[in-house]
């Protein structure tokens, strides 16, 4: 092993414990509040038994709507519940979103810190969505038990499921992100975040699966980053889109990816020497 190398392999190393303590935050404030937790496992069982509750009423009386059959929209419906949960952890109470940061003038010291801006937020993204994926995880697995879920169409339609759905959730973040990142020029985005939250829900497929929608509003949808996050990955888990169609999904999500993280970092750099001017 050459010593870059070694030296390479040497600081991976030693920041690796530093990464998993910024990752691991916003879990260890969920295990000191149990009430917390309790409150999310309620939220969440019951979202996911009322949203069984509602497309089995819509499809009583019929076996098929817009291509979905009732096992394809109950799964399409519930799994959406589980991936949009997520991205839902809860930062308000640490006092560490943006948003906060910049009202209180505390952003500062997100750049003054031995890691980089960018770099803790996205390492504490991958903490979040680890641990929601985890919450999710379990209650993916006792739907499958009691029967509210089916398994994917076949095991390449579970494949490209993971795959489009992992770089969902990379788009989803950089959505956030792009937002978040307004507050340095704005100071309050809740009118913004609020317009984002109804735009991705509706375009995602959270709301109702894209297939009922008209044909103009598909096209429209397809146009868009947000149908990559939900529409995409639960396409291929009902079967509903063809395996087939993997190799351009994964191109259209890199490529918003690419548009949306070159936008990301530009607006980083702008926001560093804002605060630098302001600071002096």
Not at 22 to 31: E, R, S, Y
Not at 210 to 223: E, H
């Amino acid at each position: 092993m050459s010593t870059s190398v070694a030296s390479g392999v040497r600081t991976v190393r030693n920041a690796l414990p530093r990464l998993a303590g910024v990752a691991v935050i916003t879990a260890l404030g969920d295990v000191h509040s149990p009430g917390r937790i309790a409150a999310r496992a309620v939220r969440l069982t019951v979202s996911v038994l009322l949203v069984h509750w509602l497309w089995s009423a819509l499809y009583r009386g019929t076996a098929q709507s817009a291509g979905l059959t009732r096992t394809q929209a109950l799964a399409f419906a519930i799994l959406s519940v589980l991936i949009t949960q997520i991205n839902e952890t809860d930062r308000w109470i640490a006092r560490d979103t943006v948003y906060q940061h910049v009202g209180s003038g505390t952003i500062i010291y997100w750049f003054l810190r031995p890691m980089a801006a960018r770099r803790y937020c996205l390492v504490r993204a991958v903490g979040d969505r680890c641990y929601g994926l985890a919450r999710a995880a379990v209650v993916y697995v006792v739907c499958l038990a009691v029967g509210l879920l089916t398994a994917p169409a076949s095991s390449s339609a579970a494949a490209a499921f993971a795959v489009t759905a992992l770089l969902g959730q990379v788009v989803v973040y950089q959505l956030g992100l792009l937002v978040d990142q307004m507050c340095f020029w704005m100071v309050k985005n809740g009118a913004v975040v609020a317009i984002l939250e109804f735009v991705q829900a509706l375009l995602s497929g959270a709301l109702a699966p894209l297939w009922f929608f008209p044909q103009w509003f598909q096209l429209f949808s397809s146009l868009m980053p947000f149908q990559a996050t939900l529409n995409v990955p639960l396409s291929f888990y009902t079967g509903r889109m063809p395996v087939q169609e993997l190799p351009e999904q994964i191109a259209l999500q890199l490529a918003w990816i690419a548009v949306l993280t070159t936008l990301t970092r530009l607006l980083w750099r702008n926001a560093s020497d804002k605060i630098q001017s302001q600071g002096g």
